[in-house]
């Protein structure tokens, strides 16, 4: 496995295994990995020959310098779990490497209007800058986001249309811990009451599903559900609980197409994200967290 520091190296590494007509894979990641990266990459091998991971936290999409600075990193560690996973080259660039009097920033409109753009703002323009940047360095056949972040995963699948870029984008399902608790980098900071009280999260989810399966369609009743589980657990903070469409990330009232519900809530001072997709069949709505 390669490692490289500059995008000029990543450049030469992409031409030579482009040269021996490899497909470049692509997973983005602001490191300390878990399974879930590791999924996203075994799901890019089966679709590419060369397998590419950035690390990089991204410090232009933090909106909170304390969680920057805390954000946990161990890069040794990665690079073990990285080959193992079957990783051909890992761009690790230091900040001044991305980012160098950049006075060009990317924003895709509406989709972030609510959810973590709302709560977070300016996240999503950190976050298209920085994957658009990495797609032209790497300039993958196909990249894989997780369905954890489904708001990053849609907003980057729209500047990607929009902006033409060819690249494939495969959208992969969230891994979770025993017990249901989406794995995250930030799950490292839970203290042992935390991450029990965190679980929450997934009954909340839970209790959506049960109810929208039975037949129940109308927002409030399904928020009012999870908030409910939510609450047993004392969350330190909740920052939503969302019902949106999945074409267009807008509020709805009323179940009738796909649509995403989304959780951020605070365990101590640890932010926590998840959702679960509710898809329409026949008649009825099937839910898959
Ligand atoms: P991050 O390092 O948190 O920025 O995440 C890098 C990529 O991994 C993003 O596409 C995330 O959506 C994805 N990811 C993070 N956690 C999970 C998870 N539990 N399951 C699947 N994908 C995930």
Do not use: W
């Not at 017990?179 to 995250?184: P, R």
């Amino acid at each position: 496995m390669i490692i490289a520091h500059t995008i000029e190296e990543v450049r030469t590494q992409i031409r030579q295994a482009r040269n021996e007509g490899k497909q470049i894979g692509f997973v983005p990641t602001m490191g300390y990995l878990h399974e879930g990266h590791l999924s996203l990459v075994k799901i890019s091998k089966r679709q590419s020959d060369f397998q590419v991971m950035s690390i990089f936290v991204n410090r232009i999409q933090f909106n909170d310098r304390k969680d920057f600075e805390s954000y946990p990193r161990e890069y040794e560690r990665d690079f073990a779990l990285a080959e193992k996973a079957g990783v051909n080259l890992i761009f690790l660039p230091e900040e001044e490497e991305m980012y160098h009097n950049q006075r060009t920033f990317v924003e895709v409109e509406s989709l972030a209007d609510h959810l973590c753009g709302a709560t977070r703002p300016g996240h999503f323009r950190g976050v298209c800058t920085v994957v658009a940047k990495l797609f032209n360095i790497v300039l993958p056949d196909v990249s894989v986001f997780g369905r954890k972040d489904i708001q990053q995963a849609l907003i980057i699948e729209k500047m990607v249309k929009d902006l033409n870029f060819p690249i494939r984008i495969i959208i992969a399902p969230t891994i979770r811990e025993e017990g249901g608790l989406a794995m995250s980098s930030r799950n490292k900071h839970l203290s042992s009451d935390e991450r029990k009280r965190a679980l929450s999260i997934n009954r909340g989810l839970h209790a959506a599903k049960s109810r929208i399966e039975s037949g129940i369609r109308r927002k409030e009743e399904i928020i009012a559900a999870v908030r409910s589980e939510l609450e047993k657990s004392t969350p330190d903070k909740i920052d939503y609980i969302e019902l949106v469409s999945y074409e267009t990330l807008q509020p709805i009232e009323h179940i009738e197409g796909r649509t995403i519900l989304a959780i951020a809530a605070f365990f101590g001072s640890t932010r926590l994200i998840d959702n679960m997709l509710i898809e329409p069949e026949g008649d009825s709505f099937t839910c898959v967290l």
